[in-house]
């Protein structure tokens, strides 16, 4: 048989969509004070979160909109199709007061700055209870009491209270982000969680709620093809456990999409370890009939016309912030100039500076030159000349090899992406080896300046360059094949490793049981000990778990290749062994942290030392 749902039920399923916890209560009641163009929005919650309050100085409604906006699909924002297809509010669907009402008490009070009384209307479950003028500042509150207390399973679906806290602390932010002019002010329980004030540049923003320093923070400002991508990408060195600290606007909504994340990883492919996520801030603008925001109730996803052009683009704008960003990390000794003796002036010159030597690191390098390691040269090839050598696109390593997964229009990938005025390799300083330490640290000079490199860390970071790069460069046939013996459990795991390890030029073949042959390796990794590569790959690759598909799985050989054969902590080099691999770095790109994402090099500047001995 079939029936009509009565009309709370209805509002009650509807509810489902938007109303799933605390979190989307406060996502949408914010998003309509920052419609309602409001400059202060405060957000208190108390009561295991199940008490919510919105309150802001926004436009107000007058009395009969505030009974219309209770009201399912009721909205001031559109009124036809052509309105949606040019949406500029976050909200749009009409549904977010009445979904909320139909789960809770909720009263809302509003008052246009233009009328004398604000208007009060308590509403039960969906239920209009009581509607009388009151006396209120201009603006909207809205306060929700027991939230779900209609719908238990709702209710037990909740996670603990720190965790929905989490929730809707990170729903908060994601607007906050967006909107950094509107300030912000979020208490649980009488507490300040969050309290931002209005009017703050975005930089500013992104700096203090996400905690950064603002050396850390790389600037993205990037248009191409009616796309313009902007915001902040954090340092490789700040990438956190987890993805919470990514942050995607498409035309000032937040929006949670899988392929914007990994285009950004992308970027960072090779700069961050696996299982390691860079944090940014990115604010996508596209021409509004570019996009439908209209696929999801809760308005987080977006579908772009043209997906891959938008997602290469994003990808490109963060490869080339991070290749045009400073990528030696200044040392951060402990401050001892004088307050008020600020040095913006030295700090300046500083970037000048360095930002040129960091520029040196851009330029595509000569093919690594495969004089084996141990052997120094101490003749270097004059650096002008080298730069003309090769000019491969930088795109290659940044966007991390994986070609296939770009814009697929030529114009849009194909471009040269190097600053064409470069100035010439041999009129910045080139770093002088000067030593070792511990046999573990190279020290050096550039300039006037001090640079310690990590041996251990930048030669791994050269070896994986390279390796990526020349992938399937010179393999050399082995007279007598290495025999590798792995464990009996390991033998899936080896299967699914061998054509990774083919791929990277390890010709490998089963001989039965467990034992298996490698027949070839790749040339500049002939000094590698084949047998224990792998062995160590196969354990690390158990205690890691599943191994996922086959690029991952690529990546995470290439990282344990070069960290198998990059020179070693502890091992004493010669001067010219020094100063060959400080050479291969320069002319390398992007050295700046190994594949594990730790710094290979730090430089403290000759200003720093002044400071030090208190010379200035
Ligand atoms: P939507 O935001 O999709 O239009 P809502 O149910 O969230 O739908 O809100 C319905 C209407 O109520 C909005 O279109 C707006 O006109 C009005 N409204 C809601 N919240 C506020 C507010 N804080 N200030 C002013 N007007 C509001
Ligand atoms: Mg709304």
Redesign the pocket.
């Known amino acids: 048989m079939i029936v009509r749902l009565p009309k709370d039920l209805i509002d009650q399923i509807a509810a489902g969509e938007v109303v799933v916890r605390p979190a989307s209560v406060v996502k949408?009641l914010v998003?309509?004070?920052i419609?309602?163009q409001a400059r202060h929005i405060y957000i208190s919650v108390d009561n295991a979160l199940r008490d919510i309050a919105v309150g802001?100085d926004?436009?107000?409604?007058a009395r009969a909109?505030a009974r219309l906006?209770l009201e399912r699909h009721?909205?001031?924002?559109i009124r036809s199709l052509e309105d949606l297809q040019a949406i500029r509010t976050r909200?749009?669907?009409?549904?977010?007061?009445?979904s909320i009402a139909a789960v809770s008490r909720l009263t809302l009070t509003?008052r246009r700055p233009e009328d004398l009384a604000a208007t009060c209307i308590v509403v039960e479950g969906g239920q209009v209870k009581e509607e009388k003028p009151i006396g209120a500042p201009p603006g909207?509150k809205?306060v929700v009491r027991d939230l779900f207390f209609n719908t238990p399973a709702r209710l037990k679906f909740l996670k603990s209270p720190a965790t929905e806290l989490g929730q809707l602390t990170r729903a908060v932010v994601r607007q906050a982000l967006a909107s950094p002019s509107v300030a912000f002010r979020l208490v649980n329980r009488g507490r300040a969680f969050l309290d931002l004030p209005a009017d703050q540049s975005l930089r500013s923003r992104v700096q203090q709620v996400l905690g950064l320093d603002p050396k850390d923070m790389i600037a993205v400002d990037f248009e191409k093809y009616g796309v313009r991508v902007e915001g902040f990408v954090a340092k490789p060195i700040e990438a956190r456990r987890d993805r919470r600290h990514q942050f995607f606007f498409v035309n000032g909504r937040p929006v949670a999409d899988r392929t914007m994340a990994f285009a950004v990883e992308q970027a960072y492919e090779g700069l961050v370890p696996s299982q390691r996520y860079p944090v940014v801030v990115l604010l996508v603008e596209i021409a509004p009939d570019e996009v439908d925001v209209n696929v999801h109730p809760s308005k987080e996803e977006v579908r772009f016309r043209d997906q891959k052009k938008v997602v290469g683009l994003l990808n490109r704008a963060v490869a080339e912030a991070l290749r045009a960003a400073d990528l030696l990390p200044e040392m951060r000794l402990a401050e001892s100039r004088p307050p008020g003796r600020g040095s913006s002036r030295d700090r300046t010159q500083f970037e000048k500076k360095f930002e040129q030597a960091g520029r040196s690191l851009l330029v595509p390098g000569p093919p690594y030159k495969e004089a084996p390691a141990a052997v120094g040269r101490v003749e270097t090839t004059a650096p002008s000349a080298r730069g003309q050598e090769r000019p491969a696109p930088a795109d290659e390593t940044v966007a991390g090899g994986d070609r296939s997964k770009e814009p697929p229009e030529p114009s849009a990938s194909s471009e040269l992406v190097a600053p064409p005025d470069q100035p010439p390799l041999d009129q910045i300083a080139h770093p002088r080896a000067l030593g070792q330490v511990a046999d573990t640290y190279i020290v050096a000079q550039v300039g006037e300046d001090l640079l310690v490199i990590d041996q251990h860390a930048a030669h791994e970071r050269l070896l994986y360059l390279k390796a990526c790069e020349r992938e399937r460069s010179a393999t050399q046939s082995l007279l007598v094949p290495i025999a590798v013996e792995v464990r009996p459990s390991d033998r899936p795991l080896m299967e699914q490793l061998i054509p990774v390890l083919e791929r990277l030029g390890f010709e490998t073949e089963s001989f039965g049981g467990q034992s298996f042959v490698v027949r070839s390796i790749p040339a500049m990794f002939e000094q590698i000990d084949v047998p224990t590569l792998i062995n160590d790959l196969l354990d690390e690759l158990a205690r890691e778990g599943p191994v996922g598909e086959f690029e991952k799985l690529r990546e995470r050989v290439l990282t344990s290749l070069a960290c198998h054969a990059a020179i070693k902590a502890g091992q004493r080099l010669g001067v010219e062994e020094m100063q060959q691999l400080i050479d291969d770095l320069m002319a390398a790109r992007l050295s700046y942290t190994c594949p594990h994402g730790r710094p290979t090099m730090i430089l403290i500047t000759r200003d720093q030392l002044d400071r030090q001995f208190k010379r200035k």
């Open positions: 949408e998003e309509n004070s419609d309602a802001d926004g436009s107000g409604m909109d906006a009721a909205t001031s924002k909200g749009f669907r009409g549904e977010a007061l009445p509003t909207t809205v």
